[in-house]
Structure formats: structure tokens, C-alpha cells
């Protein structure tokens, strides 16, 4: 089953439970995958249909919004609103592909240094051209790029 369908069936499921918070983040998230299917459609033909890899891009990028509104929550001081955003971030990383650990992204990146030659943090670009296709849905960009700063500087 796509991540697609789970998702609208989920959502149907949702309505008749009576689950708000849920039937919410899966309305934004089923918003969010048409808004792209929308924008692909112009070059894509007209009724192109997202497929899984497109739909965990989605995915990601709402993930990254919530992470991104819970930290400004936090500094503002509402707490409140962090823990409503930290529940929904919770409901979309269950349809997101399971998550690296910092040890295999930090392997991957080891990787990446010792085939592009890498040996100064000028050379980020290089690595990261390598290791964000074997980690993009599975690991946060943020993460990523920390390590590699980390293990360049190291260098």
C-alpha cells in the first residue's frame, strides 16, 4: 500500500472515530501531497499521482516545519503550543520512513570524506553531494550537516 493510501485511509478511519488532532495533521498532510501533485502536473501530465518518494519528500518538509515552529515556540515561551506541535509532528513521523541513528549517519559521512578525499570544512559541498541521496528522508538535514561540519573540522 502506497503512503498515500494509508494515509486517506487512516484519515477516513480518523472521521469515524472522532480523533480531531489526528483527522487535522492527516487533512494538512493529504493538502500538502495535492499541492505537490498540482505543481508536478504542468510537466508531469494531468493526472499524475504522487509516488512514494515524492510522498516521503512531503513528509519531510512538513516534519521540518513543525520541528522548525516548535523551536520558535519554544523561545517565545509557549510551551503550550510546542507540545500541540510536538503531537503532530508525532502523527506525521508515523507515515516517514524509519529514521537513521547519529552512529549510521556519522558512518555514512566517514564514507563519503574518505571517497571524495575530503580534509577541510571547504570541502562540505562535495560530501554532503554524497551522503544526502543515501540519507534524504531518513535522517534530518540539520543532523547531517552538523556531523559533517564536526567531522571535517576534525581533520
Known sequence: MSIKQRIMDDLTAAMKSGARERLGVLRMIKAKMQEAEVNLRGAKGRDYQLDDAESTQVLVSYAKQRRDSIDSFRKAGREDLATREESELAIVKEYMPVQMSEDEVRRI???????????????????????????KGAADGKMVNQIVNELLAAK
Open 109 to 135: 559521512v566517514r564514507e563519503a570524506i574518505a571517497q571524495c578525499g575530503a580534509t577541510s570544512p571547504k570541502e562540505m559541498g562535495a560530501v554532503m553531494k554524497l551522503v544526502m541521496p543515501k540519507v
